[in-house]
């Protein structure tokens, strides 16, 4: 990629969430995935949500394997699972994510992803959908780095709801950024 273009700053944000069934991004699977552009007073100009179908026996498998996490989040696991039949192909839902780019960045300019231990979600990102992969900065905003220093330093803690699902923990983590900024002085 043009140097010029990886030190241009970009006066936009990709927020995205994934939902998976764990967290190995070799065996699990991407069940919901979804994206929020904000500019950097962090006003949301465009989202995308997308669910990814596969195979019920992998997908039960996954689920089985990753059952501590799913037997507390048992709702959320059912409206997962629900919602499968409706899903796309992962590679269509690539397909969907670069149009959605291309419609709300600008071309050539690597997009910054931000949202919570966005690093876990860009494995998936790197494993499962390269093309997109490459559309992306090398640098992230990780939101959870931000609660580690307001929690370790200065006791803040911001209480963001836990749903797992994925437009919303969007939101939670624009929101929580967003009472760390405010803490500043």
Do not use: C
């Not at 006003?43 to 026996?57: C, F, Q, R």
């Not at 390269?130 to 803040?156: C, T």
């Amino acid at each position: 990629m043009d140097k010029k273009l990886i030190n241009e700053r970009s006066d936009r944000i990709l927020w995205l969430d994934l939902e998976m069934t764990g967290l190995s991004s070799d065996d699990d699977l991407i069940l919901e995935v979804a994206a929020i552009v904000t500019d950097w007073d962090f006003n949301e100009l465009a989202s995308y949500h997308g669910i990814v179908k596969n195979d019920v026996k992998i997908l039960n498998d996954r689920l089985a394997v990753n059952s501590a996490f799913w037997d507390v989040n048992a709702e959320t696991r059912s409206n997962l699972v629900n919602q499968n039949q409706e899903g796309k192909p992962l590679l269509e839902i690539e397909d969907e994510i670069l149009s959605f780019i291309d419609d709300h960045f600008k071309k050539g300019l690597p997009v910054l992803l931000g949202g919570n231990s966005i690093h876990m979600d860009r494995r998936f990102i790197v494993a499962k959908w390269p093309r997109f992969d490459k559309r992306l900065h090398y640098r992230m905003l990780d939101v959870s780095a931000w609660k580690v220093v307001f929690e370790g330093k200065y006791k803040k803690r911001f209480n963001k709801p836990d749903e797992h699902r994925a437009l919303s923990d969007i939101r939670g983590s624009i929101m929580e950024l967003q009472y760390y900024l405010s803490n500043l002085k």
